[in-house]
């Protein structure tokens, strides 16, 4: 007897598949600069975060806009169809009421999709003025409850780091049995970071700094003593020891990418990645590798051979080496043995775009340092350029083809979309160089 020989789809396993393709995951990329905004439009971002001022948890590790960027922020993201969320997560004082108020009466002028908080007093004026909040890691929601509490003011929460992944799929679960709405009269969404660096303090509220320095961490203003060396000394003895090896309060950055599916499948719809004071090249690598993960989960092709080349990406930008945080149930950190980046790459800048010759796609460059070969990789940057990397394929110098120009030539070379007057130029080489 003859048999269709077409395969049926199992309908079940279909069912999920098309689930898993029409559910929308939210790729949060961190903006310390136009540079990064741009890149991390590039790469794929959902959304972008951002400070304005100092009442932000980055105002002095990372490039702060100012109110008046808030137009220009809001107009380029509606222009690409990204959410602008602008980061007011700072301890308030009373002095500081007006301030805060002003902030977000601006951020509703804007347009801006939301602002990410934590203290009642930014929450409630929020709220007054129906701007979308979202709530902060400073918040440290680690059950139903405060999740209940705070959708009273928010649509998105991101539950405290050191939850597992059973943890927090526990609360999403519950979110849904219990529809659990906020705002808007939607199903409260999970956010988690996925990638960057992790403070030693519970959900980032550390004193170190302040009891140090008197300058606080939960004000933005936090010095880094964490990331540095120490000596134990014998008190009775005199003796000193240099702790060696790990710095033992600096952890290693997260990075989240190989146990992704495991994230989404937990019912997390926002995935935040770490890096305001980082580069733009930075958010545009993690940014993209992320971005392709997810549609790879929804697509079922989140593979090993695809995690080891996102790894190898990851690997290039800066990092303090990686580790998976408390998701799998860990309950101390990974220190990092290192002060500053693992990263397997670094940049070189060697001058600025001089011209750019629309037509035929080619870049002026005015050598300030260093020299440029053909087969050198290279990026080049800039507030509406964003990071454009690619190969040298072809040096032009005087009206002469070349293979290498050195500091103060004036070469010209393709370029596969448009760059702009002022961008930098950077040649990327191995780290260890």
């Known amino acids: ?28 990329s961190p903006v310390g600069s136009y540079e990064s ?21 980055r105002s002095r590790s990372s490039v702060n806009f100012t109110l008046e960027d808030l137009s220009k922020i809001t107009r380029i993201c509606r222009k690409y169809n990204v959410k602008s969320y602008l980061t007011l997560n700072t301890v308030i004082y009373d002095e500081e009421i007006s301030e805060v108020e002003r902030t977000i009466d601006a951020a ?18 929020a709220h007054q003025q129906g701007v979308e909040i979202h709530i902060s890691t400073q918040c440290n929601i680690t059950n139903i409850s405060a999740v209940k509490f705070y959708s009273r003011y928010a649509d998105v929460m991101v539950t405290a780091r050191e939850l597992s992944l059973d943890q927090v799929a526990g609360i999403t679960r519950q979110i849904s049995e219990q529809d659990i709405r906020g705002p808007k009269g939607e199903l409260i969404r999970i956010e988690v970071f996925v990638h960057g660096a992790l403070c030693m303090a519970v959900s980032g ?57 495991k994230v989404l499948d937990a019912g997390i719809t926002v995935l935040k990645i770490e890096g305001r004071g980082r580069s733009a090249e930075y958010v545009k ?53 290192v002060h500053g980046s693992l990263a397997t790459e670094k940049k070189i800048y060697v001058g600025i775009i001089a011209n750019y010759f629309g037509k035929s796609k ?9 020299e440029l070969e053909l087969g050198d990789k290279i990026q080049i940057i800039g507030p509406t350029t964003g990071v454009y990397e690619a190969i040298v394929s072809e040096l032009v110098n005087q009206d002469q083809v070349v293979e290498k120009v050195i500091k103060g030539d004036q070469p010209t070379f393709p370029v596969s979309r448009v760059v702009r007057r002022s961008d930098k130029v950077y040649k990327v080489v191995p780290a260890n160089r």
């Open 285 to 337: 690598t993690v940014t993209q590798c992320y971005r392709e993960a997810v549609e790879a989960w929804k697509m079922g092709e989140f593979t090993a051979e695809r995690i080891e080349k996102w790894d190898e990406q990851l690997s290039r930008v800066y990092n303090r080496g990686f580790w998976e945080g408390y998701y799998l149930g860990k309950e101390l950190g990974e220190w990092s043995p």
């Open 37 to 57: 905004l741009m890149a991390a439009i590039q790469a794929g971002a959902g959304s972008v975060y951002f400070g304005v001022g100092k009442l932000n948890m």
């Open 205 to 261: 509220k550390c004193y170190l700094s302040l009891h140090n320095h008197h300058t606080s961490a939960n004000r933005g203003a936090c010095l880094q003593d964490c990331r540095r060396k120490y000596i134990v000394k014998d008190k009775e003895t005199d003796l000193e020891l240099e702790i060696d090896n790990e710095y033992i309060m600096s952890p290693k950055d997260l990075k989240t990418i190989h146990l992704l599916d």
């Open 108 to 125: 509703k002028v804007h347009g801006v999709s939301a602002i990410i908080a934590s203290d009642l007093a930014v929450l409630e004026y």
């Open 362 to 370: 080619i870049a002026h460059v005015r050598m300030d340092t260093q």
């Open 1 to 28: 007897m003859l048999r269709d020989s077409r395969v049926k789809p199992n309908s079940a396993i279909f069912a999920v598949s098309m689930s898993k393709m029409n559910q929308e995951i939210e790729i949060m």
